[in-house]
T-cell receptor
Framework: GQNIDQPTEMTATEGAIVQINCTYQ??????LFWYQQHAGEAPTFLSY????GLEEKGRFSSFLSRSKGYSYLLLKELQMKDSASYLC??????????FGTGTRLTVIP | GAGVSQSPRYKVAKRGQDVALRCDPI?????LFWYQQALGQGPEFLTY????????KSGLPSDRFFAERPEGSVSTLKIQRTQQEDSAVYLC?????????????FGSGTRLTVV
């Protein structure tokens, strides 16, 4: 079967760093996506990792280890507007995006 | 258009009614996907089009669900004889790269409530 695990909820302080972990088991794997979704809005693309290693993009970085079936999203210098759900999604071989349930991040002052 | 447009934004249907949800993708985008997102859950794949061809419909939960994209642009997801478990947000996404979700743009979704 297919499975993606990520924490349901996290809380972090404004200005801090937070790491959201994701482990996956899928039949077929092309790459790993992270999306941000504010309540009632569309998911917006954050990152896409195909190769092992760290991809840095401004305040957001994403890491992938294909051998371990593991990824994380790192958010630095947290801002209140970063409060949202963060969706980990594995691109399987059949043109599917298989999503986790999402991690709801709350940034507190 | 500038983004993926979905209509209606909200839909309330009585159990047993048929509904039609529309997705207007970014102009020129070849790939189009439909997802179902229940409250507090991640999106779940329903179906995939490349131009007008429906290449994968393995995620459609029952034969009450039907999707089409007759001219390779606008797509319609139809749900017949709606049931309460169909209540969810239905997301549409389009991409300019065939065979890949990279660069996907999602619409804001249609929130369907079946009463």
């Amino acid at each position: 079967g297919q499975n993606i695990d990520q924490p349901t909820e996290m809380t972090a302080t404004e200005g801090a760093i937070v790491q959201i972990n994701c482990t996956y088991q899928t039949s077929g794997f092309n790459g790993l996506f992270w999306y941000q979704q504010h309540a009632g809005e569309a998911p917006t693309f954050l990152s896409y990792n195909v190769l092992d290693g760290l991809e840095e993009k401004g305040r957001f970085s994403s890491f992938l280890s294909r051998s371990k079936g593991y990824s994380y999203l790192l958010l630095k210098e947290l801002q209140m507007k970063d409060s949202a759900s963060y969706l980990c999604a594995a691109e399987t071989g059949a043109n599917n995006l298989f999503f986790g349930t999402g991690t709801r991040l709350t940034v507190i002052p | 258009g500038a983004g993926v447009s979905q209509s209606p934004r909200y839909k309330v249907a009585k159990r047993g009614q048929d509904v039609a949800l529309r997705c207007d993708p970014i102009s020129g985008h070849v790939s189009l996907f439909w997802y179902q997102q229940a409250l507090g859950q991640g999106p779940e794949f329903l179906t995939y089009f490349q131009n007008e061809a429906q290449l994968d419909k393995s995620g459609l939960p029952s034969d009450r669900f039907f999707a089409e994209r007759p001219e390779g642009s606008v797509s319609t997801l139809k749900i017949q004889r709606t049931q309460q478990e169909d209540s969810a947000v239905y997301l549409c996404a389009s991409s300019s790269r065939t065979g890949s979700n990279y660069g996907y743009t999602f619409g804001s979704g249609t929130r369907l409530t079946v009463v």
